[in-house]
């Protein structure tokens, strides 16, 4: 199974740029292969969803422990899922595209969303209106009716709060999400939202925030059933 690290040595950090990427993509390529691995063989994009998602986390939490090797690892693991669903995508009769495909579109999107530093636009600004700049150009190449459109249904409820509160915000809607401005919240939810929004005002990540604080809770409960005397 390709999910944990394999495949040779991809040479150390003398060697030429790109060279540990190209050598990834031959191992996922021969993985995929008639002769490589039944496992990595039968997967699909569908099946391959959950492993997105774990890595996405692991590389959060290496993140935030300051695991720098952990990191170095889990960025490995996610990258390999990018490689992976590249790789099956090829296989697509209608619709293929492959690992270039996906690197050359994401750098034409950043060119695209940046033209204050690849276009003759104005100077940056501040970094509110850096972000107003990329909601407006993602509005416009998507096409896409609101400021709210596009935000995952599956991100996590914090996670997708703070979304939701910061492009209102951004988009004008600051009345709608004012703490100050609302009556007080009643309802549990509300009361959350509101926190949400407070911590997005205070520039603060609230997700980031609940997860310091839940292990924190973690830690307290282990030490004290580390305490606690055995019956």
């Not at 995929?32 to 986390?57: I, K, M, N």
């Not at 935030?64 to 990258?79: N, S, T, V, Y």
């Not at 993602?138 to 910061?166: C, F, H, N």
């Amino acid at each position: 199974m390709s999910q944990a690290s394999a495949g040779p040595d991809a040479g150390g950090p003398g060697d030429e740029p790109g060279s540990g990427l190209r050598a990834l993509v031959e191992v996922m390529d021969r993985l995929r292969s008639p002769d490589g691995c039944p496992w990595d063989a039968e997967q699909t994009h569908r099946s391959l969803v959950p492993y997105v998602l774990e890595e996405a986390h692991e590389v959060a939490e290496a993140i935030e422990q300051g695991d720098r090797a952990g990191m170095r690892e889990e960025l490995g693991d996610l990258l390999l899922q990018v490689v992976f669903h590249a790789r099956i995508a090829e296989e697509d009769p209608d619709d293929p595209f492959d690992v270039d495909d996906v690197a050359r579109g994401i750098t034409a999107k950043l060119v695209r969303r940046h033209p204050h530093v690849f276009a003759d636009a104005s100077g940056a600004g501040s970094l509110e209106d850096l972000h107003v700049q990329w909601d407006r150009i993602k509005a416009e190449e998507k096409r896409r009716a609101s400021v709210l459109d596009g935000i995952p249904a599956t991100l996590g409820a914090v996670a997708r709060a703070q979304k939701v509160v910061g492009r209102a915000r951004r988009s004008g809607h600051d009345d709608l999400v004012s703490v100050d401005a609302r009556a007080r919240a009643e309802s549990l939810g509300e009361r959350l939202l509101d926190l949400v929004a407070e911590a997005q005002a205070a520039g603060v990540d609230a997700e980031q925030e609940l997860r310091a604080a839940t292990r924190e809770l973690e830690s307290r409960v282990r030490g004290a059933e580390a305490r606690r005397p055995q019956t």
